[in-house]
């Protein structure tokens, strides 16, 4: 259930690598919850998944656009509705609903499979060749947090001297 396999490669290394973490992830929540394992290292785990959503989702946009992807605004809706559900989950964890944490793994899992097979297969050979950023998605999720509080006319712990 948790295995990244061949079948779901876009062709691009550092997406690639993004989508085995994900399964990866969601395997670390459900043996985390299924271990007993103490609920701060399952909301840390959560927290982790929903940082790592954002800076993978900001990653693969960027490359669409740089590359004139024609379907970026539906499959950027499609992230967003998505993470919407991701953010919610945890929210429901962080107030009390221990059961949701095993929803998110199992979420994760079915909506990623599905995901690249239907959409982001569709822009494999958009790119496959081009450059993609690689750099680690701590500094992507930072970087797209910065430029959503920016278009949103919110002010950051960097604005700040």
């Known amino acids: 259930m ?3 396999t061949d079948d779901l490669s876009v062709g691009n290394e ?10 990866e992830m969601a395997r670390i929540i459900h043996e985390s919850v299924h271990g007993g394992k ?3 290292i ?9 940082e790592y959503v954002d800076g993978h989702f900001y990653r693969e946009e960027k490359a669409m656009k740089a590359v004139g992807y024609p379907r970026l605004a539906g499959h950027r809706h499609r992230h967003r509705v998505f ?6 989950i945890v929210e429901a964890y962080r107030e009390g609903t221990m059961s949701v944490a095993d929803n998110l793994s199992t979420l994760v899992v079915q909506w990623l499979r599905s995901h690249i097979t239907n959409d982001d ?5 958009w790119i496959t060749h081009s450059s993609v950023d690689s ?4 500094y992507l999720a930072m970087e797209a947090e ?7 006319g919110c002010l950051t712990a960097s604005h700040i001297r």
Request: no cysteine; glycine share 2%.
């Open 2 to 4: 948790f295995d990244f």
């Open 14 to 23: 550092a997406i690639d690598a993004d989508h085995r973490a994900f399964f």
């Open 38 to 40: 103490h609920d701060l």
């Open 42 to 50: 399952i909301l840390s785990a959560l927290l982790m998944l929903d």
């Open 83 to 88: 993470h919407g559900r991701v953010r919610a």
């Open 121 to 125: 297969l569709q822009y494999k050979t």
């Open 135 to 138: 750099r680690p998605l701590v």
């Open 146 to 152: 910065e430029l959503s509080h920016r278009q949103h």
